[in-house]
């Protein structure tokens, strides 16, 4: 548990470091060139929305290994109950973890799945599932 509390705080004290991929004013778009929706972009993480537009540099970029033309996400919710896993299962994705203390899961979702997963009900945030 305290490795793991660890590498969270890694995690989320990299994020502002991270931020600066994107160019400013940029909308992160799927590797389809699907806009994710504006009023959903601030609960994505601009390491995943580069991942999503360059799915060919995931690995490159430090993502967990998902099959070809998916990705490996981390959401964390605000509730976090069954219907999320329903979501993931209704988009052909799968859920891979479970944490209830934290209200977040992880799922490995089709690429062209995550503009759809900015709508998720209670989205706090959407990140990539990361390798350290």
Do not use: C, Y
């Given at each position: 548990?305290?490795?793991?509390?660890v590498?969270?705080?890694?995690?989320?004290?990299?994020?502002?470091?991270?931020?600066?991929?994107?160019?400013?004013?940029?909308?992160?778009?799927?590797?389809?060139?699907?806009?994710?929706?504006?009023?959903?972009?601030h609960?994505?993480?601009p390491?995943?929305?580069?991942?999503?537009?360059?799915?060919?540099?995931?690995?490159?970029?430090?993502?967990?290994?998902?099959?070809d033309?998916q990705?490996?996400?981390?959401?964390?919710?605000d509730?976090?109950?069954?219907?999320?896993?329903?979501s993931?299962?209704?988009?052909?994705?799968?859920?891979?973890?479970?944490?209830?203390?934290?209200?977040?899961?992880?799922?490995v979702?089709?690429?062209?799945?995550?503009?759809?997963?900015?709508?998720?009900?209670?989205?706090?945030?959407?990140?990539?599932?990361?390798?350290?």
């Amino acid at each position: 548990m305290k490795r793991f509390m660890v590498v969270l705080l890694v995690a989320l004290l990299s994020l502002p470091a991270l931020a600066g991929l994107l160019p400013v004013g940029a909308t992160p778009t799927s590797p389809a060139g699907v806009q994710l929706p504006t009023e959903t972009a601030h609960l994505v993480d601009p390491r995943l929305a580069l991942m999503a537009s360059e799915p060919e540099r995931i690995s490159e970029l430090g993502g967990a290994p998902a099959p070809d033309g998916q990705i490996s996400v981390i959401m964390r919710v605000d509730s976090l109950r069954s219907e999320h896993r329903n979501s993931i299962t209704a988009l052909d994705g799968e859920v891979v973890s479970w944490f209830p203390l934290f209200d977040t899961f992880g799922a490995v979702v089709p690429l062209d799945a995550l503009p759809t997963l900015t709508r998720l009900p209670g989205l706090v945030w959407l990140e990539p599932d990361v390798m350290f």
